[in-house]
């Protein structure tokens, strides 16, 4: 095993120092007392409308007076000329051009007069932006004589709908191989005995878009009595030891000294997967290959449908979160104090997702992850406890975050053989989405009738974050997940322009592939 670092952290150890917050996620380290909210820019406030150069006053005339003839036909002709000047100003009222690399985004006026003109209304079409890549004029997508930018996203999200016969028959073969699955685990011969499932990720979260062909699976194991040694402070990943080790303990054969291996029990999961699914009838499944870096036994069923789940095995532990998270989970003014403190208090979870170390892995460590209370926000989201039920007001949140993570799939579709987006997921969108939620807490500011508005924030606040390479993790702080520690300044760069491409010209990616 590697030499590891790190030091040591219990659940009563005191809580970090959280770093300034700027116009977007601080970078970990930088110290600053911690706040319930996260700085979003004014930009990506629902509140807020997106304006252009302010109009020149309009132009005064003189009543007319006793004067002579010569004189009112000096006065006309100033007149006229001053109509010509101000016809330019007229034309360009409110054009938003592309935000240039690096450069602050344009802050938004009030709220109240975005709701009487649409988005597409406030800021006229400019023609397309020099960007990377093989950009042309966008055509008018079927839609007869509109411009680019009249887009329309209910269309698009009628497109993303998915079919109720499909969903049926994926969750039913679904339901089958991980019953089967559990059964095994659950068996006394099993290490894994005490495994329970717990389903998660955008399917269950109601946020699945296009097919339900991609499931996340959690077959959680609850460990009593564990000790957390953080690695190298970076407030995410985590040794685990136990505090005490009676003898006859299963996981006793994982240890690496004192330290429960990531890595081995991760091996004896996959091992006990890949023999099991041999003995599934009636459904054609494979495992795939072990991505490296990635806590997931992937399984692909061929037929009657391509399916790819992802199992995935996480220790459940439930002592006090971790100090790292002190800071995070900012909901108080959005779901309120008392929501906050009950999802505080239910068990956090680590998977063998293992920590970076020069070009490779620590492959001992564990991380933090809190999908079910992702999972929990996103059934319960609004102020009100009504919202969206069936007797409820509806809101657009889910509809916004349903858009960003298709923008974000349809630009790594269209761009599939460049590594700039490699490294970009749906988690990074769902991020700055829980924190535009923060911003804007008030279901007022999420109504469905502004839905094109709410997500033009969306995607201000998202290119905020590129721009300034910070993203806050959620629930831990001190993490920047875009920190070029995690992706380069170029591919943040290129998905920047690629982001303002698409709204500059009416998301002609959403009428692709």
Not at 21 to 43: C, F, I, L, Q, Y
Not at 125 to 150: F, N
Not at 233 to 262: C, D, M, T
């Amino acid at each position: 095993m590697a030499p590891r670092r790190g030091k040591a952290t219990g659940a009563a150890s005191g809580a970090k120092a959280a770093a300034p917050r700027v116009s977007a996620p601080r970078v970990k380290g930088a110290p600053t007392e911690p706040r319930e909210s996260p700085a979003v820019p004014e930009a990506a406030r629902p509140s807020a409308r997106r304006c252009g150069p302010a109009r020149p006053s309009g132009s005064r005339r003189e009543k007319s007076g006793p004067d002579s003839q010569e004189k009112r036909q000096v006065r006309t002709r100033a007149a006229r000329a001053e109509d010509q000047a101000e016809g330019p100003a007229a034309r360009t009222e409110g054009v938003m051009p592309p935000a240039a690399p690096g450069r602050p985004l344009p802050r938004p006026a009030s709220r109240r007069e975005g709701t009487a003109r649409s988005a597409r209304e406030r800021r006229p079409q400019p023609g397309p932006t020099e960007v990377p890549g093989p950009l042309v004029p966008v055509p008018s997508l079927g839609r007869g004589k509109e411009a680019p930018g009249a887009w329309k996203p209910r269309a698009v999200l009628e497109k993303l709908r998915l079919s109720r016969l499909e969903i049926s028959a994926a969750t039913e073969v679904v339901n089958s191989i991980t019953d089967h699955l559990l059964r095994r685990l659950q068996s006394s011969k099993s290490e894994f005995k005490g495994v329970a499932l717990l389903r998660t990720g955008s399917y269950y979260e109601r946020v699945k878009i296009s097919a339900p062909n991609e499931f996340d699976v959690m077959f959680k194991l609850e460990v009593p009595r564990i000790q957390l040694e953080e690695y190298c402070n970076s407030a995410a990943h985590y040794f685990v030891k136990f505090k005490r080790n009676p003898k006859g303990n299963p996981l006793g054969q994982f240890l690496e000294g004192e330290i429960l291996s990531a890595s081995k029990m991760l091996s004896k999961f996959r091992k006990i997967i890949k023999e099991e699914i041999k003995n599934i009838e009636d459904t054609d499944v494979m495992v795939e290959r072990k991505r490296r870096g990635s806590p997931a036994v992937t399984l692909l069923v061929r037929k009657p449908k391509e399916i790819s789940v992802d199992i995935i095995l996480a220790l459940e532990s439930k002592s006090s979160w971790p100090a790292s998270t002190q800071g995070g989970l900012p909901i108080s003014n959005w779901l309120g104090a008392k929501v906050k403190n009950s999802l505080r208090r239910q068990p956090f979870y680590l998977v063998p997702k293992h920590a970076k170390e020069g070009s490779g892995f620590q492959e001992e460590t564990w991380r933090l992850s809190f999908s079910h209370i992702e999972k929990e926000i996103l059934k319960n989201h609004g102020q009100s406890k009504t919202c969206c039920e069936i007797d409820g007001v509806k809101c657009c949140r889910k509809e916004c975050l349903k858009l960003m993570k298709y923008l974000l799939e349809q630009l790594k579709k269209k761009f599939g053989n460049r590594k700039e987006l490699d490294k970009f997921c749906s988690y990074h969108v769902k991020t700055a989405f829980f924190h535009v939620c923060t911003q804007d807490p008030d279901d007022s500011q999420w109504q469905s009738k502004d839905l094109e508005l709410c997500f033009d924030n969306c995607v201000t606040y998202f290119l905020q974050c590129l721009q300034t390479e910070q993203l806050e993790h959620y629930f831990i702080p001190e993490v920047n997940l875009f920190s070029r520690d995690h992706i380069d300044k170029l591919s943040k760069e290129f998905l920047s322009k690629q982001i303002e491409y698409e709204r500059n010209n009416g998301f002609p990616v959403f009428g692709e592939f």
